[in-house]
């Protein structure tokens, strides 16, 4: 009698210990699917284009079961022993697997933000995924039968695309939710009714935004989206629960995800002015041609022009012929010109620029009023000089001083991860621009690298290069490649395999003491250079890859 308990015991724990760590497995599963879904914006076609590139298939816990299978076959299943055996090891199998997808997930550098939506896409992915197990054994009869073991073996593959369908089957409540929350967006925008200046553009936004906010709260109470919110949900979210009775000024960055996408955040946030800071090769990889990026960032201001607002366009940054490719009435845009502009230009000028250990000088003439705005913002690179340029002229039409536009700048804080210096008195300057990466930005990173070195410190140069850059991606890596080449002393390349044409770029042209180190990932090479890096060196971080382009997924 006790032995047939004890059995019974063990063979209950079994069972207990192989339902539990199945669905764990499957919950930890999903959340490793979802950090890299969510990364993708829920983006169905370019999460399956990532999942096959990675062949991010699952092989630990697979091979595992299909091993279990075989050894299955050795034993007689009336033996005790045996059912123990095989149930203990599978549920260790499972264990496992959960493991290695929690480590995903910890070693994540942009976590998980378990948002409702997400939440509601995980429970979703729960329940479809007991019933395909249900579904499995109804068809096979058990999940130990031959056709059970092999549909179970595909179901472990695909706990993306039952994720997916959690999406797809959900798309009903979230159109009903966004429409929820777009409503009551628009009515406290309607109470409140603040001057909106909208920022739309390759790069350069979010530190337009940062500048223009920190003049405008000079005057009145100011909100801004923050950090780099730019979707539509986003800036729903940032209305229903930051916008206040005061303020008077709300700035807003404008994403281009797809065709259409802007002229959908200006219906939702009108805008009283728009600014174009730049169009360029980011996301060429998203929209396919140049032509259709302009178009997208140009909806903004077809918008203004409709409505008789005007457009503020930074523009030796729209590529040729772009200008008058857009269906945009010219009065109602305010060019933006470079040193470099002929004769006739009207708008504004930067007709000086400087770039010293303090931050940026910036000499801007306006056409209309003959006048040359001093300014001075402790902010570096000489493209910052654009968005200080960009957001003067923005705040002048927005009816601010030119005192206090010139007042503002200098008290202006540097903007985080975007070429921001950080120098030490016991360690290393560093340079943080860590945020994203573009050719023009990354350029005038190196210029900043140079700017900061001392005699005898080393340049340290870490960087994964620059994504969504399309057919251009060789061609641009390779001419940076050669800057960074001529500008540090050490570079630390992360996922070079990726950016083959930059390492050939910097050892083109890195002198002969220069060291050039591979990583496979920027964790590896931030230690190096904890290691290395000394108290009179400066360090550059240029760019920092999201987890998709660089955590090579290994289930």
């Known amino acids: ?166 999406n797809a089957l959900l798309a009903p409540i979230e159109a009903r939710v966004r429409a929820l929350f777009l409503d009551e967006a628009r009515q406290k925008l309607h109470q409140v009714s603040p001057k909106i200046a909208a920022i739309a553009g390759s790069y350069g936004k979010t530190s337009t935004k940062h500048i223009l906010a920190h003049i405008l709260s000079a005057v009145e109470p100011t909100l801004a989206t923050p ?38 955040l200006c219906a ?46 930074n523009a030796p940054r729209i590529p ?55 300014l001075e913002a402790p902010l570096y690179g000489s493209h910052q000089a654009e968005n200080v340029a960009l957001a003067a002229l923005a705040a002048l039409q927005l009816g601010i001083s030119e005192a206090i536009i010139k007042a503002s700048l200098k008290t202006l804080p540097q903007i985080r991860h975007r070429l921001e210096v950080l120098p030490s008195k016991d360690g290393p300057t560093v340079i943080d621009d860590a945020y994203n990466s573009n050719p023009s930005g990354f350029a005038a990173a190196l210029q900043v690298l ?4 001392e005699p005898d410190g080393k340049r340290y140069l870490i960087t994964p290069g620059m994504v969504e850059l399309g057919p251009e991606h060789d061609r641009q890596h390779l001419e940076l490649g050669r800057l960074a080449g001529k500008s540090t002393d050490v570079a630390l390349v992360v996922t070079a395999e990726r950016i083959p044409t930059f390492v050939e770029g910097i050892k083109e042209t890195m002198g002969p003491e220069a060291e050039l180190h591979a990583f496979a990932t920027q964790g590896k090479a931030e230690a190096h250079l904890k290691a290395a890096a000394g108290a009179h060196d400066v360090i550059l971080f240029e760019n920092n890859l999201p987890d998709l382009f660089e955590q090579r997924l290994r289930l």
């Open 1 to 166: 009698m006790v032995i047939e308990n004890l059995a019974l015991g063990l063979t209950l724990l079994g069972s207990l210990l192989l339902v539990a760590s199945l669905g764990y497995f499957f919950h930890l599963r999903g959340k490793a699917m979802l950090l890299f879904f969510q990364q993708e914006e829920y983006d169905a076609q370019r999460i399956t284009g990532w999942w096959w590139r990675n062949r991010a298939f699952d092989r630990t816990t697979s091979l595992a079961v299909l091993f279990i299978y075989l050894i299955e076959l050795g034993f007689d299943f009336r033996s005790l022993a045996a059912v123990l055996m095989v149930s203990y090891a599978a549920a260790f199998a499972f264990y496992a697997g959960a493991v290695r997808s929690r480590a995903v997930l910890t070693r994540a550098k942009k976590k998980l933000v378990m948002t409702d939506r997400a939440r509601r896409i995980h429970l979703m992915y729960l329940v479809l995924a007991v019933a395909a197990i249900a579904g499995i054994v109804m068809i096979s009869g058990s999940l130990g039968s031959p056709v059970g073991k092999v549909l179970f073996l595909l179901l472990l593959q695909a706990p993306l695309f039952v994720m997916l369908l959690a």
């Open 227 to 264: 950090g780099s919110v730019n979707t539509e949900m986003g800036i729903t979210r940032i209305i229903r629960q930051d916008l206040e009775p005061r303020h008077r000024f709300f700035v807003v960055e404008m994403g281009a995800y797809g065709p259409g996408a802007i002229r959908r």
């Open 268 to 313: 939702l946030t009108p805008p009283d002015l728009g600014i174009l800071t730049a169009i360029g090769l980011a996301h060429l990889e998203r929209f396919g041609s140049q032509e259709k990026v302009v178009e997208a960032k140009f909806e903004l201001a077809e918008v203004m022009s409709q409505k008789g607002g005007r457009t503020i366009v």
């Open 320 to 374: 040729a012929g772009g200008l008058e490719a857009v269906m945009v009435d010219e009065d109602s845009l305010i060019l933006l010109h470079h040193e470099e502009a002929a004769d006739g230009w009207s708008g504004a000028r930067i007709a000086k620029r400087q770039v010293t250990r303090t931050g940026i000088q910036v000499d801007l003439e306006i056409a209309a009023s003959g006048t040359t705005l001093n």
């Open 450 to 453: 140079d700017l900061f070195a």
